[in-house]
């Protein structure tokens, strides 16, 4: 197999992994609202605990599932990042770059803005009015882009590697 069809194959399973991981985290959020508005065997306990307490017990319980999830996709995402530099290295300099570029974004995910996220999201899972709110906002946002950015960078590599 050519180097350049294992770095798509690589940068593929890095895309399909990214998308999947948007899908995982808003679906699990939305899943405390189903599970809410059809409860079936949960009625009891959730009205034992009050419809807004288990509200918030259950999205925190699914806050911390995501946050090791994003954990877990991110460790991986750096093995992927660093066999695709290794494999880019004799594609050309443009490849590399872009490729590079992928990695840094994803190390400031890894020990920047996860890590924030993680902190001030604990800080506010049972305070919706806590003032760290607007920070972990922005600090999701930042998240948001930077993981748009390393897509668009994945398949602009891919582009190239396929076409050139």
């Known amino acids: 197999m050519k180097i350049s069809n294992f770095a798509c194959w690589l940068l593929g399973g890095w895309i399909a992994g990214s998308l999947f991981m ?13 599970l809410l508005a059809a409860p079936a065997r949960a009625a009891p306990q959730i009205e034992r605990m009050g419809r807004e307490e288990a509200r918030t017990f ?16 991110e460790k991986i995402q750096l093995a992927l990042g660093l066999a695709l530099l290794a494999l880019t290295s004799r594609q050309g300099r443009l490849s590399v770059a872009l490729a590079a570029a992928m990695f840094v974004l994803l190390l400031a995910q890894r020990f920047w803005i996860t890590p924030e996220i993680v902190r001030i999201g604990r800080l506010i899972d049972f305070s919706p009015q806590a003032p760290e709110r607007q920070t972990f906002w922005m600090f999701h946002g930042a998240y948001s882009a930077v993981e748009l950015a390393k897509l668009a960078l994945g398949f602009l590599l891919s582009g190239r590697l396929v076409f050139r």
């Open 22 to 34: 948007i899908l995982v985290a808003t679906q699990n959020f939305r899943s405390v609202d189903r």
């Open 58 to 73: 259950l999205r925190y319980q699914v806050s911390e599932q995501n946050r090791w999830y994003f954990e877990t996709w």
